[in-house]
């Protein structure tokens, strides 16, 4: 559908699809939604038999909603967990920048 209609802005990402800043805290979130399926290429990326979010990935999210929140440098991200794509539906996902 149409992020406009839920009050929320199109981003062109491959993985981020839609972007809205807060009104109360200024914080920027951008939301999508990782699949199988709809990112075929994550298939590829299998650890002992699991589909993960490359690291590499989360990184290039990180920045991305940082660069749209006027913060284009990453010093630190800590993985604490990967992230497992199941093997029907998908995850949705996050990134926030706040002030």
Do not use: K
Request: glycine share 18%; charged share 15%.
């Amino acid at each position: 559908g149409d992020p406009a209609g839920l009050g929320l802005g199109a981003f062109g990402h491959g993985l981020l699809g839609a972007a809205v800043t807060s009104a109360s805290s200024g914080a920027v979130v951008l939301t999508g939604r990782i699949s199988r399926a709809g990112d075929g290429w994550l298939t590829g990326h299998r650890i002992q038999g699991r589909v993960l979010v490359p690291g590499a990935a989360l990184v290039e999210m990180a920045l991305r909603a940082g660069d749209e929140a006027g913060c284009p440098v990453l010093e630190d991200l800590t993985l604490e967990a990967p992230l497992e794509l199941p093997e029907a539906g998908g995850v949705q996902i996050q990134v926030t920048v706040d002030p």
